[in-house]
């Protein structure tokens, strides 16, 4: 290139369409969701697992079905160049903590409560509540048989709910029953829709030998009223599948939490038998899941594990996010810091730092300036970063050996009456802006 030439401009990069960014102004949400759910975790005894991204693609194939969307259209799989294994990033996180507890013994000991979170990967349009990276929150309860475990897992759900002030969403329950049971089902929906073949679209008309009670799941509105008409699966369960059921909605009622059965509610993955349940809620004016899940006893013995009972749920955290921001704008927006320490320069720098550093040392959040700018802007910047009080140390104050403590909002009207601004000496600095956010709680 000549020196006359001009120079051409980097192209920008931007990030992988459908794989979003988690900005700052974010994390505070985020933060407290998270908080919330480790809270919800710890009050039901269960306890956190870590399981890779990356699995064999044979442990998706063999736990979800190798006829389903998932599987057949939406996994990310490739070929490890090192070892030509065949690899995919997880796109659910079942069939993982599943696969650790197996090869690592953990029923050896008996019944296990687990809950994981995480990203997850799925190869779809991205549109509002879907994303090529979501993250899930799951609860697995592994070794328990009974409808006590199912309506357990349930009830935490609905106290993460509390835990989080979210109000709207409404539970679904139903039962799949046991494999013979939905073996009868399934052969009588496949006579029922052969015979109305004409009017099944393209998804029905794929899935009719391979999987057809994913047909009940469709969106398309001319099937609906097919879709009613078709053979239900409680038609078909025995009294045991009956009577589990049943206790269930006996528990959950005696705890008074409300539920809808739903008959037509299946689950996308193939594990799923008995209870299944989800959590809807209107995001953006639509119905939107943000929480499913139910029994799935079969799957710990379809990994090569020895048959044992489990169920769990898995909720998606963006979908349940919107739902927190629609509902609650300012809940989104936590505060950066506890003090903000405003300074001249110069001669207040040191005190400053050494002002900042006691207050951390004493538990608080501290956000000290940095970069110089009057104190009319740095004022600005101390009320944008949410921090309940100011720290002042100027030139005049410190000759005196005083900083000025400013309220920057209150927490009652009480408070809001109260003076705005004291002088307070530097060797009481960290008890009085102590007393002073006491105060505010």
């Known amino acids: 290139m000549s020196a006359a030439e001009p120079r051409r401009a980097a192209e920008r990069l931007n990030g992988v369409r459908g794989m979003n960014d988690v900005l700052p102004a974010d994390e505070a949400l985020w933060q407290r969701f998270e908080d919330?759910?480790?809270?919800?975790?710890?009050?039901y005894g269960y306890r956190r697992i870590r399981t890779?991204?990356?699995?064999?693609?044979r442990l998706f194939v063999r736990s979800i079905g190798e006829v389903t969307d998932i599987v057949e259209k939406e996994m990310y799989s490739f070929v490890d160049a090192l070892n030509g294994e065949n690899l995919t990033l997880r796109p659910e996180n079942t069939a993982g903590v599943v696969r650790a507890t197996i090869e690592?013994?953990?029923l050896y000991d008996g019944p296990q409560r687990l809950w994981y979170a995480g990203p997850m990967f799925r190869h779809e349009r991205p549109q509002k509540g879907r994303y090529r990276q979501f993250h899930q929150v799951g609860a697995e309860a592994l070794g328990f048989a009974g409808p006590d475990a199912d309506a357990e897992v349930i009830l935490l759900c609905q106290r993460l709910w509390d835990e989080l002030g979210l109000v709207d969403a409404r539970l679904e329950i139903n039962s799949l029953g046991q494999s013979d049971e939905r073996r009868a089902h399934r052969e009588a929906l496949i006579a029922y829709f052969e015979a109305n073949a004409d009017r099944l679209d393209a998804d029905a008309t794929r899935r009719l030998h391979t999987n057809p009670l994913r047909i009940l799941d469709t969106k398309n509105p001319a099937m609906q009223s097919l879709v009613e008409a078709a053979p239900r699966l409680s038609e078909f369960l025995g009294d045991e599948s009956r009577a589990h059921f049943e206790r269930l909605q006996a528990l959950l009622r005696a705890q008074n939490l409300p539920y809808r059965i739903n008959p037509r509610l299946v689950r996308g993955l193939d594990y799923y038998n008995l209870t299944v349940f989800e959590w809807v809620a209107e995001v953006g004016g639509a119905p939107l899941t943000i929480c499913g899940g139910g029994r799935y006893d079969p799957l710990i013995a379809m990994l090569g594990g020895k048959d044992a009972p489990a169920c769990g749920f898995a909720l998606g955290v963006e979908r349940v996010l919107a739902l927190l921001r629609e509902q609650d704008e300012s809940a989104a927006h936590?505060?950066?810091?506890?003090?903000?320490?405003v300074h001249h320069g110069d001669a207040t720098l040191e005190a400053a730092f050494g002002a900042a550093e006691r207050?951390?040392?004493a538990g608080l959040d501290v956000i000290l300036h940095c970069g110089g700018g009057s104190f009319k802007s740095q004022f600005r910047k101390a009320d944008a970063s949410g921090a309940q009080l100011a720290?002042?140390?100027?030139?005049?104050e410190l000759a005196r050996g005083e900083a000025a403590l400013k309220w920057l909002r209150s927490a009652s009207s009480e408070a809001a009456s109260a003076p705005r601004q004291e002088s307070v000496t530097l060797d009481r600095i960290v008890e009085r802006v102590l007393e002073a956010m006491t105060d505010e709680d």
């Open 36 to 43: 919330a759910v480790a809270d919800a975790m710890r009050a």
């Open 334 to 341: 936590g505060a950066q810091c506890d003090v903000y320490v």
């Open 52 to 57: 890779p991204i990356v699995e064999h693609t």
């Open 391 to 396: 720290l002042i140390l100027g030139v005049d």
């Open 104 to 106: 690592h013994n953990l």
């Open 359 to 361: 207050l951390r040392d």
